[in-house]
């Protein structure tokens, strides 16, 4: 599965507006801070103010927070909330065509995969991510970092190629012994009469 951008710029806004409570953060902030469009910060900052976890204030001295507490938001609740498809493979889509659905081991598979992954998130909260980034902490924004209970070190450092590193294949376990030799004769069991 793959996250959308805007689940992921709308994570990156949560997570700037989870370590800066107590002053408003603007569009044109995160848009030079971050490098995104300052239209797709819009779209992002809308959605996040009719889901209630952001306030948004107009005006000349508006801006945006976090209008609940950093540890009561959670990564999976916000995932749900912004993904729009969770359909891994067609048989979990409304438009499946699939011949193979009702008796496939795929299907179930992917399915716990997909739960475990969001009830790994559901572990994490905002205020998880954001005291576990130090690179936040250190973003060129004027707005000062007012929630910063006690910072570590990210549990492992992702880069594209220790992310690709992570999610390569597994190699194929090859058996140690040689395949057993099928029976040379079939010979069906005797029915009582």
């Known amino acids: 599965m793959r996250l959308t951008l805007f689940t992921d710029y ?76 969770f359909a891994l493979v067609e048989c979990f889509g409304e438009n499946n065509q699939c011949v193979l659905t009702g008796g496939c081991e795929l299907a179930a598979v992917l399915a716990k995969a997909m739960q475990l992954f969001l ?3 559901d572990r994490y909260s ?27 070190q990210p549990s492992l450092k992702v880069t594209p190629d220790t992310a690709g590193a992570l999610l390569a294949e597994a190699p194929a376990k090859v058996p140690k012994t040689s395949p057993k030799k099928a029976p040379s004769k079939v010979v069906a069991p005797r029915v009582a009469a």
Request: zero cysteines.
């Open 126 to 152: 905002m205020a998880d991510v954001a005291n576990a980034s130090p690179a936040l902490m250190a973003l060129p924004l004027w707005q000062e970092v007012t929630w910063q209970p006690r910072v570590k």
């Open 10 to 85: 709308s994570l990156r806004v949560l997570m700037v507006l989870a370590t800066r409570t107590e002053s408003l953060v603007t569009i044109d902030d995160l848009a030079n801070v971050y490098g995104i469009s300052r239209a797709h910060l819009m779209k992002v900052t809308h959605t996040l103010g009719k889901s209630g976890w952001v306030d948004t204030v107009r005006g000349r001295n508006g801006g945006m927070r976090l209008a609940v507490h950093p540890s009561t938001l959670k990564l999976g609740t916000v995932i749900r909330f912004l993904e729009t498809d």
């Open 119 to 121: 009830e790994e998130l």
